[in-house]
């Protein structure tokens, strides 16, 4: 079993930045793929960032130069910089993992065998 536990939403105006975390447990190591979605109410779920397990990313257009995606896999945690934030970006963000990766899937969230319960992300204009 995998366990997924986000951190890091707040509030904050348009043009900040926030840092997400997900630190995850159980059966999981740098093999498998990461990511990040999000889901604003009344919208669906969009991928927003994802790294394979040769930390090459694929990151959404729509944040493409504002986020950043790592991992550190000594302390198996996934980040999501995000910086210049817009009130369009204001959405539940959720931490998922999968054991095959294929880097052209990396933000088909429809792949991923395990959730973390969300944390949310305000931004203010």
């Known amino acids: 079993q995998v366990r997924l536990v986000e951190s890091g939403g707040g509030s904050v105006q348009a043009g900040g930045s926030l840092r997400l975390s997900c630190a995850a447990s159980g059966t999981i190591d740098s093999t498998y793929c990461m990511g990040w979605f999000r889901q604003a109410p009344g919208k669906e779920r969009e991928g927003v960032a994802a790294?394979?397990?040769?930390?090459?990313?694929s990151v959404a257009d729509s944040v493409k130069g504002r986020f950043t995606i790592s991992r550190d896999s000594a302390k198996n945690t996934l980040y999501l910089q995000m910086n210049d934030l817009k009130p369009e970006d204001t959405a539940m963000y959720y931490c998922?993992?999968?054991?095959?990766?294929?880097?052209?899937?990396?933000?088909?969230?429809?792949?991923?065998?395990?959730w973390g319960q969300g944390t949310q992300v305000t931004v203010s204009s």
């Open positions: 790294i394979d397990s040769d930390n090459s990313p």
């Open positions: 998922a993992a999968k054991m095959t990766c294929s880097w052209w899937r990396l933000l088909v969230g429809s792949d991923y065998n395990y």
